[in-house]
Nanobody
Framework: VQLQASGGGLVRAGGSLRLSCAAP???????????MAWYRQAPGKQRELVGS???????TLVDSAKGRFTISRDNSKKKVFLQMNDLKVEDTAVYYC???????WGKGTQVTVSS
C-alpha cells in the first residue's frame, strides 16, 4: 500500500514544517498493527530512516532529529505526522512515510531549507 506524504515546502533555516501522511486504503484494524515510519532522501544520498512510531505512540528518532522533530499519529484518522522545528539546511530532502519495513513507496514531499 502506497502512502502519500504532504506538507513539504520551502522554509528558512530555523523554521518549522509539519508533514502529514494518510493511509486511507488501509482498514483501521490493519493500520493500528503497523509501526509507521518517516524516511528522507537527500540529493545524491540513499534514503534514510528519520524515525518511527508504534500504534501505542512509542517513537524513535535518528540522532540528528532528536530535540527538533516529533512524530505523532492519529489512529482514528489513520494519519501520521512529522513536526519539524529548528530546520537546518541539511534537512533538505524528499520525505516519505511508510509502513516500517515496506518497500512499496508512495510519493514523497519535498522539504527545502534555505540558509
Amino acid at each position: 500500500v502506497q502512502l502519500q506524504a504532504s506538507g513539504g515546502g520551502l522554509v528558512r533555516a530555523g523554521g518549522s514544517l509539519r508533514l502529514s501522511c494518510a493511509a486511507p486504503r488501509l482498514i483501521f484494524s490493519t493500520y493500528v498493527q503497523y509501526v509507521m515510519a518517516w524516511y528522507r532522501q537527500a540529493p545524491g544520498k540513499q534514503r534514510e530512516l528519520v524515525g518511527s512510531i508504534t500504534s501505542g505512540g512509542t517513537t524513535t528518532l535518528v540522532d540528528s532529529a532528536k530535540g527538533r522533530f516529533t512524530i505523532s499519529r492519529d489512529n482514528s484518522k489513520k494519519k501520521v505526522f512529522l513536526q519539524m522545528n529548528d530546520l537546518k539546511v541539511e534537512d533538505t530532502a524528499v520525505y516519505y512515510c511508510n509502513i516500517e519495513g515496506s518497500n512499496d513507496w508512495g510519493k514523497g514531499t519535498q522539504v527545502t531549507v534555505s540558509s
